[in-house]
């Protein structure tokens, strides 16, 4: 039986395990989160390196991207390198493949109408991938890196304003304590739907795209009519949405158990069946595992 397993900087109160059989192979998928404690992330790893078929790595990425440039968390390499053995993902593989097809899956199978509305990414260098997807759609685009991860109230609309404004702030945005740029631990519990600073872009927006934990933190009481494209959500999450009148939710990863993982975690699924060492697989080779596993985004009416 293969295991995956996602270490995560989030709170522990989002753990979840389950077993599936996925493409004739069992496996074990279990996300385990150490409140935004990064030195007992790196020795979990350790305890676990070779012991399970793949990690993911929760609650943090590795790299963040902007056009053909990629950039380094410095917080996120000793993590990174605390496994030896079994290789480590971030999800950033399936963030540029998984989250492209969901995008084009809604427009040409689905039917979802996207050419002239607006959709707020909260974090497009976590994104790209669906950044790019959505502007080929014919969204109009709100970026909210500066936004939500800097707390600097300028919205950005181009992916080439994106990509220049990177190129200065990003060098020195991903050498800052993690903590700064995203919620960790506890922080993920904490909500803040009364900020007005940050509420008038939901407002503006009818589709909100992105990081579950970014959205949800200053999310207003009020999402009446929208649809949330996103990653991570529980049943708690589902109903709290329900609640404040999302009209749609899509999950790019599959639910299993009554929820969805990461898209770390099911990246670890895909390395763990691949045919090829992690670090030589492709976005082709991603793609074809993704065709025969079926892959689906998950789509749920709530009003």
């Known amino acids: 039986m293969k295991r995956v397993v996602s270490v995560s900087l989030g709170s522990s109160k989002r753990n979840h395990r389950v077993e599936v059989r996925i493409l004739g192979e069992d496996f074990i998928i279990e996300r385990i989160g150490t409140d935004g404690d990064k030195q007992r992330a790196i020795e979990l790893i350790k305890e676990l390196d070779g012991k ?3 990690f993911g790595m929760g609650g943090i990425d590795l790299y963040i991207v902007a056009g053909k440039r990629r950039y380094v968390i410095r917080d996120a390499v000793p993590i990174a390198r605390a496994a030896q053995k ?19 899956y809604l427009a040409t ?13 909260v974090s497009a260098v976590d994104r790209f991938g669906m950044a790019e997807a959505l502007d080929a759609v014919g969204c109009r685009l709100i970026l909210g890196d500066l936004i939500f991860t800097l707390g600097i109230p300028i919205a950005l609309h181009s992916l080439r304003s994106l990509e220049l404004l990177a190129r ?7 050498r800052l304590p993690f903590e700064m740029l995203y919620p960790t631990g506890k922080k993920q519990e904490t909500t803040n739907p009364n ?30 009519g929208k649809i949330i494209i996103t990653n991570t959500t529980t049943r708690e999450d589902v109903e709290e949405l329900r609640r404040r009148g999302v009209h749609l939710l899509v999950t790019t990863t599959p639910e299993l158990n009554g929820r969805s993982f990461g898209t770390n975690v099911m990246e670890g699924v895909l390395v763990s069946l691949a045919d090829k060492p992690f670090d030589q697989l492709t976005s082709d080779d991603y793609n074809q595992l993704l065709d025969k596993i079926g892959f689906q985004p998950r789509i749920e009416v709530l009003n």
């Open 52 to 54: 399970v078929s793949a």
């Open 195 to 224: 900020n007005a600073k940050y509420a008038r872009y939901y407002h503006q927006a009818d589709i909100i795209a992105g990081d579950f934990h970014f959205i949800r933190r200053y999310m207003p009481e009020d999402m009446q």
């Open 109 to 121: 199978e689905y039917g979802m109408k996207f050419k002239g509305r607006t959709a707020l990414l």
């Open 86 to 104: 079994s290789p480590i993902v971030d999800g950033s593989g399936l963030k540029n493949t998984l989250e492209r097809r969901v995008i084009h």
């Open 168 to 174: 200065v702030i990003a060098p020195i945005a991903v």
